[in-house]
């Protein structure tokens, strides 16, 4: 069982920056593949960008592209996502995830139903 903890989400006003982190308990981080997720009320819970096990390939949806940039640190059971140039659409509760990293690129963990251990959250607010 791995439990994973996010942080660093709080208000802030657009164009600002945050950077979120996800630690992860036990010894195994290393071999999962790691996520960040967004969801909003009512909306289903989307990708915004994926990391492999090694960190060597990445993968960023649309939304996120060019202002997101997602890394991690297995060293340390860690994971980020640092988040620029914020905008009010990006509000929203923001997940990490793991998943069992199968040796495709980080662009197959695009989707909720690879991943196996999820956070709890941590909120993002990005007031106009």
């Known amino acids: 069982q791995v439990q994973l903890v996010e942080s660093g989400g709080g208000l802030v006003q657009a164009g600002g920056s945050l950077r979120l982190s996800c630690v992860a308990s036990g010894r195994t981080f290393s071999s999962y593949a790691t996520g960040w997720f967004r969801q909003t009320p009512g909306k289903e819970r989307d990708c915004v960008a994926a990391i492999s096990r090694t960190g060597g390939g990445t993968y960023y949806a649309d939304s996120g592209r060019g202002r997101f940039t997602i890394s991690r640190d297995n060293a340390k059971n860690a994971a980020y996502l640092q988040v620029t140039s914020l905008k009010p659409e990006d509000t929203a509760l923001y997940y990490c995830?793991?998943?069992?990293?199968?040796?495709?690129?980080?662009?197959?963990?695009?989707?909720?139903?690879?991943?196996?251990?999820w956070g709890q959250g941590t909120q993002v607010t990005v007031s106009s």
């Open positions: 995830a793991l998943a069992t990293a199968r040796g495709y690129s980080a662009s197959y963990y695009d989707t909720e139903g690879k991943y196996v251990y």
